[in-house]
């Protein structure tokens, strides 16, 4: 049964600001403004930020009258995006071999088979959350049968983990807002106006209507959710992983020819690592099925 971890940062704006620069002190309030020609409103606050009253979409005037030692820091989307790959990156290293950023504020990761090596999936979560909360980032991890209901679940809590039992991913997400299905907003506020408010009052609705009026996005969101319809995770590369492949014409299935074509990769693995004089310390088999 697959199990995917996901990693919500719902603080990374802030907390790249405070990783860059350590001598900010704790109790420093922190806004992240954007700004679009004269509006400026706030894009991320931190923990003080929030607990004074400032929230996202707040216009930046207001946040800095209602809390006068706020600090307002300009927002810088692609230094998030360079934080979000390097904690990726370092993820990769650590967790699990298929690895990959999720949307601007996450990280997705298969585990399938992986939980044992962490002493189970609570263990493993625990560890996850404490290392991030080590490396002073804000995480919410969730692990569920699916990409799309560990991303909903993980950005549903309040609290640092969340497991999802395998099998009871509806009576985890039914409840849950259809913001979480990963649709477009403009779909999102037309299924609101609707009257849709959570998922499960939108799986339980009959699929033909929605696609004449939606197309087939909100189905298959639906589907990779509950498990109906695969969602492979493309796993992030850095240039300095030694790997090598193979891909066939046909699938191959017999033990005997799946060892014999791993044993040839695992020679050529060696050749690759002498001919840079190094060595490993961890190598992972990664086998695409050929439904995906």
Same mark, same amino acid.
């Not at 809390?67 to 967790?95: C, N, Q, S």
């Given at each position: 049964?697959?199990?995917?971890?996901?990693?919500? @940062?719902? +603080?990374?704006? $802030?907390?790249?600001?405070?990783?860059? &620069?350590?001598?900010?002190?704790?109790?420093?309030?922190?806004?992240?403004?954007?700004?679009?020609?004269?509006?400026?409103?706030?894009?991320?606050?931190?923990?003080?930020?929030?607990?004074?009253?400032?929230?996202?979409?707040? *216009? /930046?005037?207001?946040?800095?009258?209602?809390?006068?030692?706020?600090?307002?820091?300009?927002?810088?989307?692609?230094?998030? /995006?360079?934080?979000? !790959?390097?904690?990726?990156?370092?993820?990769?290293?650590?967790?699990?071999?298929?690895?990959?950023? +999720?949307?601007? +504020?996450?990280?997705?990761? +298969?585990?399938?088979?992986? &939980?044992?090596?962490?002493?189970?999936?609570?263990?493993?979560?625990?560890?996850?959350?404490?290392?991030?909360?080590?490396?002073? @980032? $804000? *995480?919410?991890?969730?692990?569920?049968?699916?990409?799309?209901?560990?991303?909903?679940?993980?950005?549903?809590?309040? %609290?640092?983990?969340?497991?999802?039992?395998?099998?009871?991913?509806?009576?985890?997400?039914?409840? @849950?807002?259809?913001?979480?299905?990963?649709?477009?907003?403009?779909?999102?506020?037309?299924? %609101?106006?609707?009257?849709?408010?959570?998922?499960?009052?939108?799986?339980?609705?009959?699929?033909?209507?929605?696609? @004449?009026?939606?197309?087939?996005?909100?189905?298959?969101?639906?589907?990779?959710?509950?498990?109906?319809?695969? !969602?492979?995770? &493309?796993?992030?590369? $850095?240039?300095?992983?030694?790997?090598?492949?193979?891909?066939?014409?046909?699938?191959?299935?017999?033990? #005997? $020819?799946?060892?014999?074509?791993?044993?040839?990769?695992?020679?050529?693995?060696? #050749?690759?690592?002498?001919?840079?004089?190094?060595?490993?310390?961890?190598?992972?088999?990664?086998?695409?099925?050929? &439904?995906?």
């Amino acid at each position: 049964m697959t199990r995917v971890v996901s990693i919500y @940062l719902p +603080d990374l704006p $802030t907390d790249r600001i405070r990783r860059a &620069d350590p001598s900010i002190p704790p109790e420093q309030a922190i806004a992240v403004i954007a700004r679009s020609g004269s509006k400026r409103w706030v894009s991320a606050a931190d923990a003080a930020a929030r607990k004074a009253g400032v929230h996202v979409g707040m *216009p /930046a005037a207001k946040a800095q009258a209602l809390f006068r030692g706020l600090m307002l820091v300009d927002a810088d989307p692609v230094k998030d /995006a360079a934080a979000l !790959e390097r904690i990726t990156l370092w993820a990769l290293t650590l967790y699990s071999p298929i690895v990959a950023v +999720d949307g601007i +504020d996450g990280i997705v990761m +298969d585990t399938e088979g992986a &939980d044992h090596l962490q002493g189970g999936e609570l263990a493993m979560v625990t560890k996850i959350a404490n290392q991030f909360l080590a490396k002073k @980032l $804000t *995480p919410r991890v969730a692990i569920a049968d699916s990409w799309g209901a560990a991303h909903a679940c993980a950005r549903a809590i309040s %609290r640092e983990t969340v497991i999802v039992p395998s099998g009871e991913t509806v009576r985890a997400v039914e409840k @849950l807002p259809i913001s979480l299905l990963r649709l477009p907003g403009k779909v999102v506020s037309d299924l %609101r106006t609707l009257g849709f408010q959570m998922i499960g009052e939108l799986a339980n609705t009959p699929r033909a209507p929605l696609t @004449l009026r939606f197309g087939p996005e909100i189905g298959r969101r639906l589907d990779q959710m509950f498990g109906r319809a695969s !969602e492979p995770i &493309d796993p992030i590369r $850095t240039a300095e992983l030694v790997e090598v492949s193979r891909a066939f014409a046909e699938p191959i299935g017999a033990a #005997e $020819t799946i060892d014999k074509y791993v044993g040839r990769l695992v020679v050529q693995l060696i #050749e690759e690592l002498q001919r840079r004089g190094l060595g490993v310390r961890r190598a992972d088999l990664i086998v695409e099925k050929v &439904d995906g």
